[in-house]
Antibody, heavy 114, light 106 residues
Framework: QVQLKESGPGLVQPSQTLSLTCTVSGFSLTSKSVSWVRQPPGKGLEWMGAIWSGGSTDYNSALKSRLSISRDTSKSQVFLKMNSLQTEDTAIYFC????????WGQGVMVTVSS | DIQMTQSPSLLSASVGDRVTLNCKTSQNINKNLNWYQQQLGEAPKLLIYYTNNLQTGIPSRFSGSGSGTDYTLTISSLQPEDVATYFCFQYNSGNTFGAGTKLELK
């Protein structure tokens, strides 16, 4: 069955770089896209960016200068890297499949604090 | 960027009620809109894609409609398990979520 699972550090210091991994199973990254979506505590959802089945990427214009999404198809993993983190980047980070976001990971809480 | 306005932000309704949630966009999005349900502490769940297509496994009491800049999610008979926050999402130009409608039981 289709599964996605996020992993990464729960705490990041301000100005540092966040690195998250989304490990997928039940489908191939060469046939389906994966997006990252985040949600600050008690707030709404924000689409961050996507990596398409062909390997190209799209980013939210508000985050584009700080964000990079890549993948390792052999390991069925998608990576998110975002630099210059600030407290407002504290959020639950989700990875989700396909352009309809039909399957989601459980999310990983990331706190930006010194 | 396309702006999304969901209304109401909070809706109280009784079990069995017909419930309507609205999503208005700042420009025509050509029906490129999905609806998601997020229950407390969980990841969002896809309910409706491309305005009016019911995702597999979603109860038929959920339906979607709309065109242009105005879209609606309807729950025909509210059930206790429908208590959640509902988000619309447009993918016509960029990708934008609405701020959500929180649905609670009266």
């Amino acid at each position: 069955q289709v599964q996605l699972k996020e992993s990464g550090p729960g705490l990041v210091q301000p100005s540092q770089t966040l690195s998250l991994t989304c490990t997928v199973s039940g489908f191939s990254l060469t046939s389906k896209s994966v997006s990252w979506v985040r949600q600050p505590p008690g707030k709404g959802l924000e689409w961050m960016g996507a990596i398409w089945s062909g390997g190209s990427t799209d980013y939210n214009s508000a985050l584009k200068s700080r964000l990079s999404i890549s993948r390792d198809t052999s390991k069925s993993q998608v990576f998110l890297k975002m630099n210059s983190l600030q407290t407002e980047d504290t959020a639950i980070y989700f990875c989700t499949r396909n352009n309809y976001f039909d399957y989601w990971g459980q999310g990983v809480m990331v706190t930006v604090s010194s | 960027d396309i702006q999304m306005t969901q209304s109401p932000s909070l809706l109280s309704a009784s079990v069995g009620d017909r419930v309507t949630l609205n999503c208005k966009t700042s420009q025509n999005i050509n029906k490129n809109l999905n609806w998601y349900q997020q229950q407390l502490g969980e990841a969002p769940k896809l309910l409706i894609y491309y305005t009016n297509n019911l995702q597999t496994g979603i109860p038929s009491r959920f339906s979607g409609s709309g065109s242009g800049t105005d879209y609606t999610l309807t729950i025909s008979s509210l059930q206790p398990e429908d208590v959640a926050t509902y988000f619309c999402f447009q993918y016509n130009s960029g990708n934008t979520f609405g701020a959500g409608t929180k649905l609670e039981l009266k």
